[in-house]
């Protein structure tokens, strides 16, 4: 009778381990080639820089990224998820972002589908036919209206989910230093004409 008991504590003790793994195999828990993966965003800025000093990320920086299938333009046909919004979680050169919410979050496909990735800064809840508006004529938080840009990850899927995005400013700030005599007068009306720039 003993040995009945322990043969069927062994069984039962086994076929619980096969369950598990089985119900296993249907979640999702962030790790192994058969399970979905969320894609992880390290991000740099190129300098010189306007936006922040020395060109470091702040805690809870917005920024917008667009997965793309692979090799594809920017077009809704190709989007695998579009705006998604990513945070800073720390300080540095180097931001670690993470998604602002659930929804926000890029999961790459089991089947290890690849993706190119497109982002900005900073983040804009809505934008129209892929166009953002950009109005620089309050400059008195420059960190508000440095506009980056990184196209550069491309083909990352499951296997490679550490996604590096390298930022570019793409606004030039141009600072001027008028000097003259001491009766040069009241510049209060002075004006300045600049040929070859697109305003902002």
Not at 30 to 54: C, D, I, M, W
Not at 187 to 196: E, M, Q, S, T, Y
Request: glycine share 6%; net charge negative.
């Amino acid at each position: 009778m003993k040995n009945l008991f322990k043969l069927l504590f062994i069984s039962t003790l086994l076929v619980g381990f096969m369950m598990s793994c089985s119900s296993d195999d249907d979640h999702d828990f962030g790790y192994g080639k058969n399970h979905e993966l969320s894609a992880q965003f390290k991000a740099t800025v190129a300098k010189p820089s306007t936006r922040v000093t020395e060109n470091n990320w702040d805690k809870e920086d917005a920024i917008g990224i667009y997965a793309l299938k692979a090799d594809q333009a920017l077009e809704e046909a190709a989007i695998y998820k579009g705006n998604a919004k990513y945070t800073t979680v720390s300080v540095g050169e180097s931001g670690n972002f993470t998604p602002a919410s659930d929804d926000d979050a890029i999961i790459f496909e089991k089947e290890g589908n690849k993706l190119d990735f497109i982002a900005y800064y900073p983040y804009v809840e809505t934008i129209t036919d892929y166009n953002l508006s950009i109005n620089a004529e309050d400059q008195s938080n420059l960190s508000e209206i440095d506009f980056l840009y990184s196209n550069n990850a491309k083909g990352h899927n499951r296997d490679n989910k550490e996604v590096p995005l390298q930022f570019t400013h793409q606004l030039a700030q141009i600072v001027l230093e008028i000097t003259g005599e001491a009766d040069l007068g009241d510049l209060a009306n002075l004006k300045l004409a600049v040929d070859g720039f697109i305003p902002t």
